[in-house]
């Protein structure tokens, strides 16, 4: 508790403690940053191997939640499921393009 005097009126009587009935101070929510989902190795695996694949390998590197054996297993196994996915994609593309261009062909006369 703190005494103000004041010379031409009686002490003023303050005091700094918050009462106990006054609301909190409001704060603000905190977000992760994106170096926080970094660190989750769940997350970071769930991301390389359904979001980004091959080109969210710097994301791996640069979390701190692998070592470097565990960067280098990681990283050989994305660069696999890359080309896998790749490969798949070329797989569709070679079915899908021949009839594709038969009516194309068609179509022109």
Not at 26 to 40: H, Q, Y
Request: one cysteine or more.
């Amino acid at each position: 508790m703190v005494v103000l005097l004041n010379r031409h009126a009686a002490p003023i009587m303050s005091t700094h403690e918050p009462h106990l009935d006054s609301t909190p101070p409001e704060t603000k929510a905190i977000r992760p940053s994106w170096r926080d989902l970094v660190d989750r190795p769940l997350v970071l695996l769930a991301v390389l191997f359904f979001v980004t694949a091959a080109p969210g390998l710097p994301l791996l590197w640069i979390s701190r939640r692998f070592s470097l054996t565990s960067k280098i297993v990681w990283t050989i196994l994305v660069l696999a499921w890359t080309a896998l996915v790749l490969w798949g994609f070329y797989l569709v593309m070679a079915w899908c393009l021949p009839p594709i261009w038969e009516g194309i062909q068609i179509l022109r006369g």
